[in-house]
DNA sequence: AAAAAGCATTGACAAAAATCAAAGGTTCTT
DNA sequence: AAGAACCTTTGATTTTTGTCAATGCTTTTT
């Protein structure tokens, strides 16, 4: 049933059939509506979600009310509260579906034992998070050195197929820009 | 000789005292004056940092000229470029000395040794992948959501010793803005 | 110690971006 | 299908921030 977490494994880590399976068994499906909160504000992120259809994001919220989104994800994209699921602490920041989704799941525990039943679990895991690592680099990067304008010529060339298919509202609070500027960037040039 | 770094090993990983000679043995001790550049600009970033005594940065430079801290390192802080280190290709991006600093260094084929030689290092190496990525995903949240003046703020606060020690120049190049705007900053309140 | 280079501050101005508000267009709900 | 809710665009305005330039201060360098 775990069609593409399955094919996304056997490409990303060696691994044996039997194996394979161990780590299958341990997520969970869970189909949801568009606009739904699969992880709630203010609590301890119990959850790892793998996305097979669909797209989520991570929404941090600032003291004044305005949201702000942290974090995208579509197929083959892992998510989760990363800082509240690592250290089981609560966080402010909330995951939402942006899309009506299919998502897989696999709880904290389960998780942690994945590192004693498959002996690559801890390789590939390393290998994700450098990767991730890596991209929240480059993220940094631009938004210390970038302005609006090129923020969103970056997104454009990086991120094609994100600004057509994500509402305008959210591509903004991802870049960390009001709605309203974005929308003159998109006109104006 | 590398005093802080064998202390910082046995606290941060279990390790045979064998174990931790063999992870000594690789790192060479660097003695750098002021802003000396100990990784190049357009180059494969061929050596880990780990700083015993002074200050490094990672500079990232922007097509007009402008440069950027993406990254700030003091004692007892491991530094790289990461993405260049990781996966030995070019990058733009530079290493410099904020003070004169002691420094310890590893190669890159000696780093990627350590998996074979200690048994727990790649434990260790994730620990401390996790926690650089939390402190990214923090930064990112406030960059998306804040403005100069909390930034500044929050950098006052969270880092009240990097707000004394460095110049303000590149205290504001950290934060994304301009020097002129964190002088005022400064006074205003 | 003097000169030079670099850094911080301040003012004036320009550019960028946020905010507020209104209108028109979608999409969702019932 | 009608109404509601939401999203997008646009205009007007204010706020924030960057840029340029000048000055005084500090730190290097010779």
Redesign the pocket.
Known sequence: MPGYLKKYLTQKMVISNEELENILVCFKKLQS???QILIHPNKICKHLFFVQKGCLRVVCTRD?G?EWTRQIAIENDFITIFPSFLEQTISRSYLQTVEASDVFYISYSNFKKLNNIVPNWREFYTSILEQTYVNSIKRIEKLIA??????YEDFKINHPELLKR???????SYL????????????KK
């Open positions: 509506k568009k606009n004044d305005q970038m302005d609006g304008k090129h923020l994500l509402p305008n509202k959210i591509s903004a960390g820009i009001s709605q309203e500027t974005l929308s003159r960037l998109k006109t």
